[in-house]
Nanobody, 124 residues
Framework: QVQLVESGGGVVQAGDSLRLSCKAS????????MAWFRQAPGQGRQIVIG????????HYADSVRGRFYYSRDNAKNTMYLQMNSLKPEDTATYYC?????????????????WGQGTQVIVSS
């Protein structure tokens, strides 16, 4: 079992950068596939970046490819979402999540443990 806590959200202007953190306690990240999701107001939860458990192959949503990047600090059991060139349409609550699956699922239902979310607001 793992507990996840996100941090780093805030209010920024379009074009700014922001880095979100997701700290895990309990099990190690190496026991899971990982992902960042986001949920905009009135919409469902959509995957932003998924990282496959077996080989760290990554899936990026088309809307963030080239702007958002994943990294991880194993010593701190923390993963990060670096968000560059932010746009107003990136406004959402961002969640980290993990799955025991060895594939690279991209839907919310496939992830077992979730953080509480951190809100990102991008003003134009």
């Amino acid at each position: 079992q793992v507990q996840l806590v996100e941090s780093g959200g805030g209010v920024v202007q379009a074009g700014d950068s922001l880095r979100l953190s997701c700290k895990a306690s309990g099990d190690s990240f190496s026991d899971y596939g990982m992902a960042w999701f986001r949920q905009a107001p009135g919409q469902g939860r959509q995957i932003v970046i998924g990282i496959r458990r077996s080989d760290a192959i990554r899936h990026y949503a088309d809307s963030v490819r080239g702007r958002f990047y994943y990294s991880r600090d194993n010593a701190k059991n923390t993963m990060y979402l670096q968000m560059n060139s932010l746009k107003p349409e990136d406004t959402a609550t961002y969640y980290c999540a993990v799955t025991p699956s060895w594939t690279l699922p991209t839907t919310e239902a496939d992830y077992t443990y979730w953080g509480q979310g951190t809100q990102v607001i991008v003003s134009s």
